[in-house]
Structures are given as C-alpha cells and as structure tokens.
C-alpha cells in the first residue's frame, strides 16, 4: 500500500467538499474507490465517474488504473467543463 493524493478541482472540489484527501492503496482504481465509499453523495461519485484524472501528471487510461503503485502518488481529478 502506498499514499495518494487525490487533489481535487473545480466540480469534484465542489462535490468533494475539500481541495484534496489522501488514502493508503495499491492502485489508483483502489483509491478512487476508497474516496467513492468515503463519500456518502451520488453527487460526489457522478462528477468523480465523470472526470478524468491525471496519474503524476500522465493522463490515465482503463488499463492503467489497476497497476500496482510503487510510491506516494498524486492523483489531479479534473471534472468535465466547457469553454470556448
């Protein structure tokens, strides 16, 4: 198990309540859960199932949320938003 920080913005701030949280896993799937069961809010869990998330500054995919961490990461949860 390893710390991740889930640093949250704008809509998932917003749901969230809080600008970041931290979680002991050992993948990133396994603290987006974590933080999912943390939260008792269907708010909260749409806009996280709906965001996009970068892995230490990579852009996640499917594949890539199961890997086994092997060290303290940093989770940006990055909601869905419009502009021009």
Do not use: C, K
Request: charged letters at 20%.
């Amino acid at each position: 198990m390893t710390l991740v920080t889930l640093n949250y913005w704008a809509g998932a701030r917003a749901a969230a309540g809080r600008a970041s949280e931290a979680v002991e896993a050992a993948t990133v799937g396994q603290a987006v859960d974590l933080v999912l069961t943390g939260h008792d809010d269907d708010r909260f869990t749409r806009v996280i199932r709906a965001s996009s998330l970068l892995v230490d500054g990579i852009a996640a995919s499917t594949d890539s949320l199961g890997r086994a961490l092997d060290g303290p990461t940093t989770v940006e949860v990055l909601p869905p938003f419009a502009g021009g």
